[in-house]
């Protein structure tokens, strides 16, 4: 009987339809990675917009002031010598003729006791010169000495005479100099500023202390080099200015430009301005906002501050074009502020529609739609139904 051969091995078939499998798959994966997503539609943007009209504008400058004196005195001893003594501080409010402040006086007044001796002698001497002469004089007359002589004791007389005037002079001038010792406020005021303490040598002239004069007050404020043209215009035409005291419930004050410097500051090249407040009850030193308004300009377009942006270094704003609904950039110059809007002086005209919020989130040619207002779409609802 004939041996069948039992094969012990499975076939090896379906090993091989598996590996294909499994490469047909893995083909199929890479295929996928390798080609290209599909391209995103880009959302519709719903944009806040808002049709240019033009209008009035007035432009209204503000500027950080301080409350100062019409008149600030710089006092000085008129002699120099050594401060030993100081008897007001900053705040002190002072008296005309009021001590302020005093100079040690050993010095001056050594020269006025050698000023008074020097006259003492002067004087002494006239005397003798002056019994001397009504000597000769009778001499003359009696014959007993020329003329001459009686010409040479004349001579002496008015010498004598002309030394005790100039020690008298001499005198005044020393008794002055001990008076300088002490320095007096020549007007009444408040004293501001101390430049000087006991114990320093101070020359003639220099400040010692500083005094605000009671009087007048004038608010102090800088401006720019590209405002002073119309600041100059606005003192010729008188206009008034708004002084907001800080830290006095808001108070308000009128003022009136009474002075512009001629030349800007080296450092800040800004231009110092004061304006006249009168005599009203203000402390000095306080701060306080200076608003300017000029004068109403017809025609100008104005657009809120969130509408204008910068584009490669100058501004502009995001245009609508209604037929496409799309956005692009419009360059604009921008001549200035008027409260939180600002005034376009080119660029754009009236009927041109603007995107007023998120013009940080557009790209130009990006499609947009108008935002209404639920208010105000809801307001719209009942009049389209009436219409139907």
Not at 139 to 153: A, K, V
Not at 194 to 208: I, L, M, N
């Amino acid at each position: 009987m004939p041996l069948r051969r039992i094969d012990t091995h499975p076939p090896m078939q379906p090993l091989a339809s598996s590996a294909q499998l499994f490469i047909g798959a893995l083909a199929l994966a890479l295929l996928g990675a390798c080609s290209k997503p599909e391209a995103t539609v880009e959302p519709v943007r719903a944009v806040r917009t808002m049709e240019l009209q033009s209008g009035q504008s007035q432009q209204t400058d503000e500027y950080p002031a301080e409350v100062k004196a019409r008149v600030e005195s710089r006092l000085a001893f008129r002699v120099g010598g050594k401060l030993v003594k100081r008897l007001v501080d900053v705040g002190y409010a002072v008296r005309a003729g009021q001590a302020l402040a005093q100079l040690d006086a050993q010095d001056l007044q050594l020269g006025q006791d050698a000023a008074r001796a020097s006259l003492a002698a002067a004087a002494a001497n006239l005397s003798i010169q002056e019994a001397e002469f009504k000597r000769y004089k009778e001499l003359r007359e009696q014959g007993y000495i020329s003329s001459l002589e009686l010409e040479r004791r004349e001579a002496t007389l008015k010498a004598a005479r002309a030394q005790t005037d100039q020690a008298k002079a001499q005198l005044s001038a020393q008794s002055n100099q001990a008076r300088y010792a002490v320095l007096s406020a020549d007007a009444a005021g408040v004293v501001v500023g101390v430049d000087a303490e006991p114990g320093a040598v101070v020359a003639a002239g220099t400040p010692v202390l500083r005094v605000a004069r009671d009087g007048p007050r004038d608010v102090v404020f800088s401006v720019p080099e590209d405002r002073i043209a119309a600041m100059r215009a606005a003192m010729a035409r008188n206009d008034s200015l708004q002084v907001r005291l800080t830290g006095a419930g808001g108070q308000t004050v009128t003022a009136r430009l009474r002075e512009i410097a001629a030349a800007a500051d080296a450092m800040t090249r800004t231009f110092q301005v004061k304006a006249d407040i009168g005599e009203a009850p203000i402390r000095l030193g306080q701060t306080a906002t200076v608003a300017y308004r000029g004068p109403a300009v017809a025609g100008a377009l104005l657009l809120p501050l969130p509408a204008v942006f910068e584009h490669k270094g100058q501004s502009a704003v995001w245009l609508l074009d209604k037929p496409t609904m799309t956005v692009k950039v419009m360059p604009v110059v921008v001549a200035g502020a008027d409260g939180n809007q600002v005034r376009i002086a080119s660029g754009l005209s009236a009927g041109q529609t603007v995107v007023t919020a998120g013009v940080h989130a557009l790209t130009p040619g990006q499609k947009v739609s108008q935002y209404i207002e639920p208010s105000a779409a809801q307001a719209s609802a009942p009049a389209a139904a009436a219409s139907r």
